[in-house]
């Protein structure tokens, strides 16, 4: 059995299909913090948890052969929005989770940490980066993801082998859709407005990988013998693209469909800038990454088309919308008390 935590989120969702459709058992751990919705149609072939990783219980391990960790803050905005809370999740959880597999004999653990630990502001050099580069993260998500990782690997031995897979910027449909992922809400703004604006001229370099690939990747290092993968850092990146050619193959892909208009603005040169190298994962376990922007952001359209997602203002399709809303409410029900 696989455990799978963060099983409901934008890529747990579809991990987990990845996972069943290739016959592993897999058991959901999940707080269902946007909800349990994206399980709807395969709840009934899952083992589901609903529990919170900072409140571990050695039971979750039970009959686990191996730990696909994705429980956590996943973006800047809501590592800033509750730094202390990012730092619990991110790194602190990912100890405890790891110490427990470790403890249990659970010996492969992949944990999905971040391309953003590359990043150094646009001003710094522009240079290709690998798996072996020097890392100067900045914001509060990046760090707590690096912290993660130096962790993992102090533990590293022959009955612990964690693969940490430094994700580049996701894109494409989940059953957990967001739109607050810059292809994504691309896709988004191209039907809400047909206006896609890219801001700092667009200069900006990302990694980017699409949601089902990342997916694949899982099970890439799930079935990888363990000496070609354990103990390591992958980095996973389809691409790298600079934010105006993303607008542009977005533009491209949803010709037919709605018609886009690209405005690039200059000013901040604040912005993430980083490019990465993903030649390692291929080298290790043969897996390729497959799907385009152009095709990915044109599944996204298809399925608004068809009425899927297509409330655009709906906040849990943002993860710091959701939040935001949640501790406000959190706030409000503890002033008001008992409702009834």
Not at 34 to 54: K, S, T
Not at 142 to 167: C, G, H, W, Y
Request: proline share 3%.
């Amino acid at each position: 059995m696989i455990l799978l935590t963060g099983g409901a989120g934008y890529i747990g969702a579809v991990a987990v299909r990845e996972l069943l459709d290739k016959g592993f058992a897999v058991r959901v751990l999940d707080k269902f913090l946007y909800g349990d919705y994206p399980l709807a149609d395969v709840r009934n072939r899952v083992d589901v948890v609903e529990g919170d990783i900072l409140n571990w219980d050695e039971a979750w391990l039970d009959g686990v052969e191996a730990v696909v960790h994705l429980a956590g803050l996943s973006n800047d905005p809501t590592a800033e929005f509750n730094p202390d809370a990012n730092k619990r999740l991110n790194t602190d959880a990912t100890q405890a989770i790891a110490e427990a597999c470790k403890s249990k004999g659970v010996k492969r653990f992949i944990f999905a940490s971040s391309c953003s630990v590359y990043d150094r502001g646009m001003m710094a050099e522009d240079a290709l980066q690998n798996e072996d580069s020097p890392l100067e993260p900045r914001a509060a998500y990046a760090t707590s993801k690096r912290a993660a990782e130096e962790i993992l690997l102090d533990m590293a031995d022959d009955n612990f082998q964690p693969v940490i897979l430094r994700q580049g910027t996701v894109y494409g449909w989940s059953p957990r859709m967001r739109y607050d992922l810059v292809v994504n809400t691309f896709v988004k703004c191209a039907f809400e407005t047909g206006e896609l604006t890219v801001h700092c001229g667009g200069e900006m370099w990302r990694p980017m990988v699409d949601v089902t690939d990342v997916a694949k990747c899982y099970l890439a290092c799930l079935q990888a013998p363990m000496e070609q993968v354990g103990g390591q850092v992958f980095n996973l990146s389809h691409k790298n693209y600079r934010i105006l050619e993303l607008a542009h193959w977005v533009s491209k892909a949803l010709e037919g469909i709605v018609d886009v208009k690209i405005n690039v603005e200059y000013g901040s040169q604040t912005a993430r800038d980083y490019r990465v190298s993903g030649d390692k994962i291929t080298q290790a376990t043969g897996f390729r990454t497959r799907r385009n922007v152009d095709e990915s952001a044109r599944e996204i359209a298809q399925k608004v088309q068809q009425g899927i997602n297509k409330d655009f203002h709906n906040p849990r399709y943002y993860n710091i919308k959701w939040l935001e809303q949640l501790v406000e409410m959190q706030d409000h029900l503890k002033r008001l008390g008992s409702i009834f």
